[in-house]
């Protein structure tokens, strides 16, 4: 059986992460090619209705999904729908697109994690300013803090911390999106969280990050430690992994210092820089060897699908 040559890692830069995967399917004879998905295009004159870059009317063996450039609706419609496309034309993907997606919008995370039965600070999401109100002032009247995030990913940054009297930001800074959950307190003035690396349904190494501010994302500046990987939090990285059918995924889970735990978010690109330098196994190389893993077993149907239509003929 042929052992697939060329991938394509699509990402916006060819930085540590790049590298690293490189390293790594180089390690299994496989070349890899960086691209942007801003250089591919549909273009239904060719036999797949796409082209792309080096590849030009052929296709790649597979495509390892490391970023995808935020832009316009339609520049985001239009990206998404080439990663369809290319699953749909049978080029194994990794995470799946329609799988990011899901990660990729806090919403529908949230209610995922909840139809998953996983604990998650209750969460209201909505675009009516008036609903938003309500709700803060229902949460305030309880006692409760609240959080203020943006839709989509944005690694800390723009989060709010409401608290009683306080006002909602303009609309635009939030693109007109209420994103609203309730403050995980914890009752010492102490501020960490967990991020943990699933890979191939396997939670595979754990860190603990510490800042002196309640925002403790790696690109916030907060420090990282490694942590051993007890049962709460492998089971509920895992199972959160599995709620979005994410093939790997950097789970982040927060504790109210009394052994509660809550999962915050399933990031579907996760970067794992800060994790690598507190643990000893090699992150590319489990990923890398994951979706080998992934790439044979398409190899295999495919010839098994080839071989039972030349007998049936
Ligand atoms: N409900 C909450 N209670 C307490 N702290 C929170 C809460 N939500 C978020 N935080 C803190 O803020 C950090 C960032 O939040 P979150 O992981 O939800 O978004 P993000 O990292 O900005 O998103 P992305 O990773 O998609 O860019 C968390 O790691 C945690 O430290
Ligand atoms: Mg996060």
Redesign the pocket.
Known sequence: MPTPQRIILLTESNGWHCHQLQTAFATHHIETIPMSLRECRFDTTTRYGLHLPIFGRSLPDGIFIRGIPYGTFPQVSLRFGLLHALQQVGVPIYNLPSAILR??D?SRTSFLLKQADLPT?PTWVCESRKQAYRILREAFAKGQEM?L??L????????V?LRQGDKLPKPFLYEGVYYL?????KPTAE???Y?VFVIGGRAVAAML?R?DH????H??G?SCQAVVLDEPLTYLAEAATMALQLDYA?V?I?DNGASQY?V??V?GL?AWHGLQQVCSINLAQCLVEDFVKKLHLERNKNYCAVRCVATAQ
């Open positions: 990660s990729l806090k600070p959080v995030k943006p989509l990913g944005s690694q800390g940054s723009r989060l911390r959950q309730t403050f995980v307190a501020f960490y969280d991020r990050r800042h309640w925002i403790t994302n690109a916030q907060a950097g982040d927060i809550y915050l978010e990031n996760p």
